[in-house]
């Protein structure tokens, strides 16, 4: 099953959000174990810790990539995508954030655009970058 099909199996946009903190976090950790899977990853973790100081610190979590596992320090889909976009591709900020973006449109287009049209998102991206963008979009 693809990334974006493993999205859309466990997260339903229109109702993720009416669901209690811990129904999202397990909804959350079944799909990184879904992803790691997927991706054939092994030894990675997923820490959910809802921390508005670090929530700052960071702009939502992080990869540590010594301890590979990944801090999430709100419950954010996109700031989750942008975390396995490094778990996968590595450092660069450009392309965490094309993957995280990428994954999101592809799952959810109505809504990536309508939170697009609000300024939801920290990052704007062309639909025209998304549609060539295509590292580990499988
Ligand atoms: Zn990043």
């Avoid at 990675?44 to 992080?62: H, R």
Wanted: some cysteine; hydrophobic content about 40%.
């Amino acid at each position: 099953m693809k990334v974006v099909e493993l999205v859309r199996k466990h997260i339903d946009s229109s109702h993720f959000w009416k669901l209690s903190l811990e129904e999202q976090k397990e909804i959350l950790r079944r799909l990184f174990d879904d992803i790691c899977k997927l991706y054939e990853i092994q030894g990675v973790s997923l820490v959910i810790d809802i921390n508005p100081f670090m929530y700052q610190m960071t702009g939502g979590g992080c990869y540590d990539r010594v301890a590979r596992r990944i801090y999430l320090y709100k419950v954010s889909i996109m700031t989750f995508l942008h975390e396995i976009g490094h778990m996968l591709l590595g450092r660069s900020e450009r392309k965490a954030r094309m993957w995280s973006h990428k994954v999101f449109y592809l799952a959810f287009p109505a809504l990536y655009l309508k939170n697009v049209k609000e300024g939801r998102f920290f990052h704007v991206i062309t639909l025209e970058e998304l549609e060539r963008f295509d590292e580990c979009i499988k």
